[in-house]
T-cell receptor, first 111, second 119 residues
Framework: QKEVEQNSGPLSVPEGAIASLNCTYSDRGSQSFFWYRQYSGKSPELIMS????GDKEDGRFTAQLNKASQYVSLLIRDSQPSDSATYLCAVRTSGTYKYIFGTGTRLKVLA | DGGITQSPKYLFRKEGQNVTLSCEQNLNHDAMYWYRQDPGQGLRLIYY???????QKGDIAEGYSVSREKKESFPLTVTSAQKNPTAFYLCASSTRGAGGQKTPPDTQYFGPGTRLTVL
């Protein structure tokens, strides 16, 4: 069973701090990695996608991928209370258009 | 506006009743998906379709059925065989190949969801 693992949290950080969210995956052939944000009662919205090893930055968000360690992370700089949500890590499995989701990490940014 | 629509937003089902959830997209995406999300849990794949007239079972297909007669539409029927259907249902779509300059390849986008409750 191909899996994507996340710490369920909650992860609490003070406003203005850096929030670090982590995700590991089991399928070594995975090539596409995504971070989604989901507010309570709403559908997931795409934050970042990353396809190659290294860092990818978009505004306050940085995604980091390490395929050798099968690890992907999301850093949120200058965290705001509006960033409080559940963050889902998703991986597209190799050879298909099937996506595996982690159970999500709940982030709380304290004002 | 391009996007994915789901209807209804809320749906109530009586025991033994079949219900159909609608999903429509105008993003010209080839692939479409149905997920189920239970409180405090991640997304579980019910069915997915990569092209018209073809679909595959996901991890929890029992008690559900789908059709893909048009590229834009991927309705999900929750049958009476699904014993615990109360959940948040999410439809998604993605490209199959390289996306445009502003659209990363194979990114999956979600509709607003349908919340189904069994009475």
């Amino acid at each position: 069973q191909k899996e994507v693992e996340q710490n369920s949290g909650p992860l609490s950080v003070p406003e203005g701090a850096i929030a670090s969210l982590n995700c590991t995956y089991s399928d070594r052939g995975s090539q596409s990695f995504f971070w989604y944000r989901q507010y309570s009662g709403k559908s997931p919205e795409l934050i970042m996608s990353i396809y190659s090893n290294g860092d990818k930055e978009d505004g306050r968000f940085t995604a980091q991928l390490n395929k050798a360690s099968q690890y992907v992370s999301l850093l949120i700089r200058d965290s705001q209370p509006s960033d409080s949500a559940t963050y889902l890590c998703a991986v597209r499995t190799s050879g298909t258009y099937k996506y595996i989701f982690g159970t999500g990490t709940r982030l709380k940014v304290l004002a | 506006d391009g996007g994915i629509t789901q209807s209804p937003k809320y749906l109530f089902r009586k025991e033994g009743q079949n219900v159909t959830l609608s999903c429509e997209q105008n993003l010209n995406h080839d692939a479409m998906y149905w997920y189920r999300q239970d409180p405090g849990q991640g997304l579980r794949l019910i069915y997915y379709s990569q092209i018209v007239n073809d679909f595959q079972k996901g991890d929890i297909a029992e008690g559900y059925s789908v059709s893909r007669e048009k590229k834009e539409s991927f309705p999900l029927t929750v049958t009476s065989a699904q014993k615990n259907p109360t959940a948040f249902y999410l439809c998604a779509s993605s490209t199959r190949g390289a996306g445009g300059q502003k659209t990363p390849p194979d990114t999956q986008y979600f509709g607003p969801g349908t919340r189904l409750t069994v009475l």
